[in-house]
Each structure stands twice: as structure tokens, then as C-alpha cells.
């Protein structure tokens, strides 16, 4: 890269050499800007574009107060470098350009950023996507969420539509690929926050029922200490509340079933005595449960005749034992929590094993109401619960969804259909923040005991 002296003598500035190294840098910095003027100024963008790699503090902040100041003058002209370098730029320097997007572009008034101003933000950045890290991915949809223009319905579907390439929707999801994995997880958490009553999961839903439900246990990831298999239905039960119509519905809705299933054992067999036939009482899995319950209750509301028109009686029959025999499991474990939180309050509810027990209440009280819609006759979905790991809101009426923070986790780079840049082949998924999130206790072991 030229020097920023030599970039100055081609402007016909020249420094005298005696001066202090960093201190014509910083003076040619600061005046840079004078020089962005008509067709001089993508120029003048993209070399400071390229200044942000500087590791001296107070350079960096001169490089950025500059291309605030001509991001002011144009800022089309400026994009034009920015993007310039995003693209064909060094690492580091592309690195920094879309940091500096992120962060400053929020901070800019509206008759700078104008409607044509974030489309061509939208243009570009859609380039940029074709090939990105899982860390670039993150910060380009916090840039592009927080536009004006995308705050609408029809927006936000761009955004949508822009997660599902990113996800590779289309292609067969491979459970035994990590990386594949990692990437449809990290991109749909990405996609949740935009979901609405207007704007649809049903494609994420859709993929999630017929791809990933039937391969549920062959998940494998690279994030250790994950449980990987959780965190999927806790995506898919977020995503069921706003599905819209869904073509193959009742094929769909029968493989969640099968699955709930799976976690809703049979009673064990009881001996002439009336005791224990010697089989181990079956393990109650409330966190997985809850999930599934809650998409099974959301899905089938629109289609709420599939229990008692779609299933055979013996099958019905089969379901409502189930479900009986978890309802009694759940009351002991509902009267086991209340007893062991009664009384207690403020800090005494902020320790781990009460910060657990609260969680596992709100999961059991959860599934009681859910279980409770479904042995009315016909079964009912009318209860509505909030999923346990998600935080109570009270919205007033005519007020927006509130926008989520859509920076969590890091969403690998789409999968290569050609040559990438070589630095970028690797996306190594950050570690340990999922695991340790709150929903993924492990209560059930600790009250088998009991």
C-alpha cells in the first residue's frame, strides 16, 4: 500500500522530511477530506478506507471522524470505496470497513442516509454475502436490520429471504456434517428476530420438519458441550408461532408428532402386586417436551382435527395414555419446585440451583397447560404460554414487535460453490455461550432421584 506521503505528493501536497513520520500521517489525515470533492472523492474514501488498518489509536479515530465527514459530503461516493475495499481489499482492511459500517452507519442523520442511500447499502452488501464469514454474516445483518427501508413488512421478507441463501434452504441437510449444522442453526438464529404475524417462518419450519426433525439424533456439531439436539427444537418452537400456511401441513405435522412421541414414554408395566414389574421408571425430558409440545400446539392449530380425524383410534388411544401418565409425572415435579422456591425471594432466587428451579417451573407449568388443551374433547389450542427461556413482555396495544437482538452467535460462511478467499475457508463457531444458557439444565436427572 502507498504511503499516505506519497498519496498527499498526488495531490500535490509535499511534506517535509524532517517531520515526525506520524505526525505528517495524522496532519494528511485531517486534511484529506478537503480533497474529496466530485470525482476525487470514492478516491479519497477508498484510501481512507484502506488507513483503517492502522494499529495507532488516534489515527484510527482521525481515519474515522474523516470518512464520517465525507460520508456527509456523499455518500454514495463514499459507500463506493468502502465497498471497494470490502471486496478487494486486504483482510484487515475489509475487516475494519464492515465494523465501521455497523457501528457509524446508526449514527448518521436521515438526510444523509436516504432511501437511495441504504438501497445501494442493500446492493452492495448483497455482493459482499456471496461470501462471507459467520462473523461478517452477523455484523451485515445488524447493518442491513437497521436500515429504515427494511423496518417495513416487505423489508424484513428481504432480510428473511437473504437468511434462507445464506442457510442453504434448498440443498438436503446433512446431519453428520458440523459445519452444515453450525450453519442452519446460526443463520435461523439470525432469522427469528425478523419473524412476525406478517412475515412468515413457514420456509424455515417447512425445512426444520421434513430435514431435520427425522435426522434429530445424528446431529453433530463442533461446539462442545452443546446440546445440539435442544437447541433445535428450542429454534423450531420459537419459529412455529409464526408459520403461515404450510402446503404439506399434515405430513408435517405428523412427523413433529412422531417425534413428540419419542420423549412422551408409556407408563411401565405394573405386576399382579400392582408394583413396579422391575422396569426402570422412563426418564421425563421437560425441556425437550416442552419444544415439541409447543410446536405440536401451534402447528396444529391449524389443523385441529388431526388427533381425532387424521389419527386411528388405537393410536389416539396410544396418545392420551402418554400424555396421562407425563401429567402425573408433571404434578409430582411442579409440587416438588413450588415446595423447594416456597418463601424464598430477592436475592435467595438468584442463586444457580433457584435460578434452575425457577426455569424448570415455568417448563412444567408450561407443558400442564398445553397437555390440559389437549385432553379437552375435541382437543382444544387455544392456551397460550410463554416458552420458558423467553422473557415475559407486556405489549400494549397498537405497539411493534420488539426487534431482538439479532447479534447472538455467529452463523457460518455459506458453503463454497467456487474458489473463496483463502483466509476465509475456516469459521470456527464461537464456544460455550449456548451451552451455559440457562435452558439447557439438566433438572431431570437431579429429580429422578426424588
Not at 79 to 101: N, P, T, W, Y
Not at 412 to 422: E, H, I, L, Q, T
Request: hydrophobic share 35%; glycine share 6%.
Amino acid at each position: 500500500m502507498p504511503t499516505v506521503e506519497e498519496l498527499y505528493r498526488n495531490y500535490g501536497i509535499l511534506a517535509d522530511a524532517t517531520e515526525q513520520v506520524g505526525q505528517i500521517r495524522r496532519q494528511a489525515i485531517k486534511e484529506l477530506p478537503q480533497f474529496a470533492t466530485g470525482e476525487n472523492l470514492p478516491r479519497v474514501a477508498d484510501i481512507l478506507t484502506q488507513l483503517l488498518q492502522t494499529d495507532d489509536s488516534a489515527e484510527f479515530n482521525l481515519v474515522n471522524n474523516a470518512l464520517l465527514s465525507i460520508f456527509k459530503m456523499d455518500a454514495k461516493g463514499t459507500l463506493g470505496g468502502l465497498f471497494s475495499q470490502i471486496l478487494q481489499g486486504e483482510d484487515i482492511v475489509r475487516e475494519r470497513a464492515i465494523k465501521f459500517l455497523s457501528t457509524k452507519l446508526k449514527t448518521l442523520p436521515d438526510e444523509v442516509l436516504t432511501k437511495e442511500v441504504e438501497e445501494l447499502i442493500l446492493t452492495e452488501s448483497k455482493k459482499v454475502l456471496e461470501d462471507v464469514t459467520g462473523e461478517e454474516f452477523v455484523l451485515f445483518m445488524k447493518i442491513l436490520s437497521g436500515l429504515k427501508s427494511l423496518q417495513t413488512v416487505s423489508g424484513r421478507q428481504q432480510l428473511v429471504e437473504l437468511v434462507a441463501e445464506q442457510a442453504d434452504l434448498e440443498q438436503t441437510f446433512n446431519p453428520s456434517d458440523p459445519d452444515c449444522v453450525d450453519r442452519l442453526l446460526q443463520c435461523t438464529r439470525q432469522a427469528v428476530p425478523l419473524f412476525s404475524k406478517n412475515v412468515h417462518s413457514t420456509r424455515f419450519v417447512t425445512y426444520f420438519c421434513e430435514q431435520v426433525l427425522p435426522n434429530l439424533s445424528s446431529l453433530t456439531t463442533p461446539v462442545e458441550g452443546l446440546d445440539i439436539q435442544l437447541e433445535v427444537l428450542k429454534l423450531l418452537a420459537e419459529m412455529s408461532s409464526f408459520c403461515g400456511d404450510m402446503e404439506k401441513l399434515e405430513t408435517n405435522l405428523r412427523k413433529l408428532f412422531d417425534k413428540l412421541l419419542e420423549y412422551m414414554p408409556l407408563p411401565p408395566e405394573e405386576a399382579e402386586n400392582g408394583e413396579n414389574a422391575g422396569n426402570e421408571e422412563p426418564k421425563l425430558q421437560f425441556s425437550y417436551v416442552e419444544c415439541l409440545l409447543y410446536s405440536f400446539h401451534q402447528l396444529g392449530r391449524k389443523l385441529p382435527d388431526f388427533l381425532t380425524a387424521k389419527l386411528n383410534a388405537e393410536k389416539l388411544k396410544d396418545f392420551k395414555i402418554r400424555l396421562q401418565y407425563f401429567a402425573r409425572g408433571l404434578q409430582v415435579y411442579i409440587r416438588q419446585l413450588r415446595l423447594a422456591l416456597q418463601g424464598k425471594t430477592g436475592e435467595a432466587l438468584k442463586t444457580d440451583e433457584n435460578k434452575i428451579k425457577v426455569v424448570a417451573l415455568k417448563i412444567t407449568n408450561n407443558i400442564n397447560v398445553l397437555i390440559k388443551d389437549l385432553f379437552h374433547i375435541p382437543p382444544s389450542y387455544k392456551s397460550t404460554v410463554t416458552l420458558s427461556w423467553k422473557p415475559v413482555q407486556k405489549v400494549e396495544i397498537g405497539q411493534k414487535r420488539a426487534n431482538e437482538d439479532t447479534t447472538s452467535g455467529s452463523p457460518p460462511k455459506k458453503s463454497p460453490a467456487g474458489p473463496k478467499r483463502d483466509a476465509r475457508q475456516i469459521y470456527n463457531p464461537p464456544s460455550g455461550k449456548y451451552s451455559s444458557n440457562l435452558g439447557n439444565f439438566n433438572y431431570e436427572r437431579s429429580l429422578q432421584g426424588k
